[in-house]
């Protein structure tokens, strides 16, 4: 049986009780009307205003329902995102020497749609693939979206076959997801273009909320062991990006 | 911002003294950037048309950025092989010799207030324009200079004393980093000197004729310098560490993007956008009104350049987002074009102070045309960016017209290169390729690599062409035929905002 979770109930009352007043509330009324002892509801009110659930009146410091309530649903602008990405994203193919991609979900959840795509500085003639639609299956960083944005895609139905090294059994991709979840990074052995791998880690936004997948992509043997394993120094240094990106997104509408 | 760097690991420190902020980057041996700090400064704007800042709290900003800098890569001064200097151009600044206090708020580039003394001199602009390369404008550092000397008490007695120095930023810097009162070293490089309205552009040395002429008194004159040498040793700030490089901003980037052949050129997108290309040896002249510069002196024998500035690119966005409140971030104006496949017959002639290089006309004024019924805020959004793109194709073409050497690709940096809709865009119109280095700090870039030249960490610039990596290019796609129908529309668009401002 899946446990109830008392706060997050009472998180969902306050905020009914928010939207259903017409007024700002005062935290004395809020208590009373939820019985709830006023430390527990100013904690709640504390943590739903810093996630920009509930607003609070500076004047009277009474409390209302805050601005992101009314976003939620509404994907970050992409175009946000990459302005926000971009030094990053260079300072990660300068350390690594791999081509960076970063994909969000495509508008209809069939495909990553790349938002920005850093050349592999190594001077080989390469094409802008900024704004292209990739398999969700059989990318890394698709495959970091259906791991960490599950509500965001849906995997093709059947699972289409690009290279030798493509998941097509939905059985096996369900296990790779599961795998991919556990470790925290999503691998390409070359699903999508044959020799090519790559590697993807999720973009949260401060909730924890998957809003992209940033990777690297570099022939398949540089980022992996003779033995298939991932080699630990791109995935730290995209540990790190992701983390500096998300702290950039931070503040932004 | 900061990645991890080996504590044996040297590095060269670049110092970008920018027009809002001031900030200190380190840079390894491959070009990559390894720590950077920033600290804004206060802009003073006294009366209309006047545009101020305080020299000793940007003085003080470097002191507080260079260790913030150190700190975050874990470094210290003895990892610093040398120390480079960018700088916004052409703001001029004053001080004691003896105390290191300025006597007056540093005068911007932005700053109108000369327009009286610049008048003045039309009857005289033939021989600015033979000497200096440049007809006299309010954009520059010499009447600047001028009006100081006139209005702050002291300021002209002191200077024929001897007691009081001119310098643009880097000259203040310099001297500063390098012991002020005691000791400091007053130069000027060659490519801000060259901004002067003062420097004899063939000879690179002040020209007694154009200082008589403005009236400045040659004691006060920092001495030109190449822009790779070691000028002095920093004493308090990074003690031991050579100042070794320095050029204004503009020319920073034509190095920092390895711009070193004959036609090669690059463009900064920024609040406005700064067109320079390579001449080599030769001074362009330009009959379209382009302003012949020194590009960079890092042998024996100067490269001259022509540069192109288009007055409003980002600030064009940024009117859009603030003023039309019709984008609330700058970077979703992407996202505003692309909900339509095209302008829509829209054009936007942002000629908001008149229209520069290559047409000149003061009187002209913005203007949007085209507007029916079937337009809407993307239509709007999309001929914002292709105004940014066509005033590239009107400098360019200039430019080629006027220095006969043709350009073959573009290199862009800047913070609008982040607008991947904007620099396809820039490619069809131009139909050049556009590139983008990895790295976007082509400004502090070129100043690091100035320095690192003048003490050996780099051997010579064929090695910094190496570190030069490709992030992204552009192809141009358009259609030939649609390209010239785009082109006189936005000529004839053009032509409705000339001389707006003269009627009525």
Redesign the interface.
């Known amino acids: 049986m899946v446990r109830h979770i008392q706060s997050v109930a009472r998180a969902a009352a306050l905020l009914r009780l928010l939207g259903g007043a017409g007024r700002p509330l005062a935290l004395a009324e809020l208590a009373a009307a939820l019985d709830l002892p006023r430390p527990t509801a100013h904690g709640l009110l504390r943590t739903l205003r810093e996630e920009g659930l509930v607003a609070q009146d500076a004047a009277s410091g009474r409390y209302l329902l805050g601005d992101d309530l009314g976003r939620l649903g509404t994907p970050w ?4 995102l ?2 926000r990405a ?2 990053w994203a ?2 990660l ?3 690594t020497g791999c081509a960076v991609y970063l994909g969000v979900p495509a508008a209809d959840g069939r495909g990553v749609d790349v938002v920005h ?3 592999r ?3 080989s003639p ?1 094409q ?1 693939r ?2 292209t639609v990739q398999p969700l299956h059989a990318t890394a960083w698709g495959t970091c979206l259906l791991a960490f944005a599950p509500a965001s895609v849906r995997a093709a139905d059947p699972l289409e076959r690009y290279t030798r090294r493509t998941v097509t059994d939905p059985v096996e991709l369900a296990r790779t997801l599961e795998s991919t979840r556990r470790r925290g990074w999503a691998a390409d052995p070359g699903g999508w273009e044959p020799g090519e791998g790559g590697l993807a880690v999720p973009v949260r936004s401060g909730g924890g909320l998957t809003v992209a997948a940033l990777g690297v992509g570099a022939p398949a043997e540089e980022l992996f062991t003779p033995d298939g394993r991932a080699r630990p120094d791109p995935v730290q240094e995209l540990y790190t990006a992701a983390g ?1 990106i998300a702290a950039g997104l931070e503040g ?2 | ?1 900061s ?1 991890a760097v080996p504590a044996s690991e040297r590095v060269v420190a670049a110092i970008d003294q920018g027009t809002t902020s001031t900030r200190c980057l380190l840079f390894t041996r ?1 070009g ?2 390894v720590a950077v700090a920033q600290r804004e400064h206060r802009q003073h704007f006294p009366a209309p048309g006047r545009a101020e800042h305080d020299a000793t709290e940007i003085w003080r900003a470097v002191t507080r950025v260079v260790p913030a800098a150190l700190r975050r890569a874990g470094l210290g001064p003895e990892n610093v092989a040398a120390l480079g200097i960018a700088n916004q151009r052409e703001t001029t600044v004053v001080w004691n010799r003896h105390t290191g206090v300025p006597l007056a708020r540093a005068i911007t580039w932005q700053d109108t207030r000369t327009d009286g003394i610049v008048s003045g001199l039309a009857d005289t602009a033939g021989l600015y324009a033979e000497v200096s390369g440049l007809g006299p404008a309010t954009y520059f550092a010499g009447p600047r200079l001028q009006w100081l000397l006139d209005h702050v008490p002291g300021a002209r007695d002191g200077a024929e004393r001897g007691d009081v120095l001119f310098g643009t930023m880097e000259s203040w810097l310099i001297w500063n980093l390098t012991g002020g009162p005691d000791g400091g070293v007053h130069v000027t490089d060659v490519t801000n000197a060259s901004r002067t309205m003062l420097m004899d552009l063939r000879t690179l040395e002040w020209s007694p004729q154009l200082c008589a002429a403005l009236r400045v008194p040659p004691r006060m004159l920092p001495r030109i310098v190449p822009n790779a040498q070691v000028y002095g040793t920093c004493t308090g700030l990074l003690p031991g560490v050579p100042v070794a490089g320095a050029l204004g901003d503009q020319q920073a980037a034509l190095v920092g993007q390895t711009c070193f052949a004959p036609g090669e050129a690059k463009c900064t997108y920024g609040t406005g956008a700064f067109l320079l290309k390579n001449t080599g040896p030769r001074i362009a002249s330009s009959a379209a009104g382009l302003i012949p510069t020194v590009g960079y002196l890092l042998g024996d024998r100067p490269v001259y350049a022509l540069e192109g500035s288009i007055a409003m690119t980002g600030s064009l966005v940024q009117w859009f987002r603030d003023a039309l409140g019709m984008i ?8 505003l074009a692309m909900s339509v496949p095209d302008n829509g017959g829209c054009y936007v002639v942002p000629a908001f102070s008149g229209l520069y290089a290559p047409r000149w006309n003061p009187d002209a004024r913005g203007v949007i045309v085209g507007l029916t019924s079937y337009i809407h805020r993307g239509h709007l959004a999309r001929a914002v960016l292709e105004a940014t793109a066509w005033q590239t194709r009107e400098v360019l073409d200039a430019m080629n017209r006027d220095s006969g050497v043709g350009v073959t690709r573009l290199k862009v940096d800047g913070g609008m290169t ?3 809709l904007l620099m396809q865009c820039v490619a069809d119109v131009l139909d050049l390729t556009v590139e983008r280095p ?3 700090e082509a400004v502090s870039l070129g100043a690091a690599y100035a320095a690192g030249l003048a003490v050996g960490y780099w051997p010579d610039p064929d090695v910094l062409r190496r570190n030069w ?6 192809e141009p796609v358009m259609e030939p035929g649609l390209r010239e129908r785009e082109h006189v529309n936005w000529r004839r668009a053009v032509e409705r905002s000339i001389g707006w401002a003269r009627s009525g």
């Not at chain 1, 602008?77 to 946000?80: I, K, N, T, Y």
């Open positions: 602008d992409r175009h946000d990459r302005a971009m030094n260079d300072a193919a300068a350390g795509h850093v050349f500085p190594d001077g390469q802008l900024t704004n500096e932004l509408v | 911002m990645t491959s990559r950037m609330s971030t700058a970077a979703r104006i992407e996202t982040a607008n991947h990895l790295g976007s990596h490709r992030a992204a290019a552009w």
